[in-house]
């Protein structure tokens, strides 16, 4: 079983960039899709960013798309979020998750393993 540890999260001004981490333990690292979900003070938990086991397929909220990278390191069984141009609504906890499905989805119930979360706080 897979677990996971998200780093990185923190107070930030609108317009600047930070690098979240999600490292997991266990030897199944590579088999997994990972994705990143964010969740906001009193809204759902939504999908953010996905990544297919060997990085080749990902996918995107259309929110972020041309601001946020997703991207993994299957040797430090490592997953990261580049986020750039951040913007107040991107203020969140993000979670990184694993699946067991072929291609990254939307949907949480896709996912089986989750991380406690970072904070991710935007000011103006």
């Known amino acids: 079983q897979v677990q996971l540890v998200e780093s990185g999260g923190g107070l930030v001004q609108a317009g600047d960039s930070l690098r979240l981490s999600c490292v997991a333990s266990?030897?199944?690292?590579?088999?997994?899709?990972m994705a990143w979900f964010r969740q906001a003070p009193g809204k759902e938990r939504e999908f953010v960013a996905g990544?297919?086991?060997?990085?080749?397929?990902?996918r995107y909220a259309e929110s972020v798309k041309d601001r946020l990278t997703i991207s993994r390191d299957n040797a430090k069984n490592a997953v990261y979020l580049q986020m750039n141009s951040l913007q107040v609504e991107d203020t969140a906890v993000y979670h990184c998750a694993a699946s067991r499905l072929n291609v990254p989805v939307t949907s949480m119930e896709g996912y089986s393993v989750w991380g406690q979360g970072t904070q991710v706080t935007v000011s103006s």
């Open positions: 266990g030897r199944t690292f590579s088999n997994n899709v």
């Open positions: 990544l297919s086991t060997r990085g080749g397929s990902t």
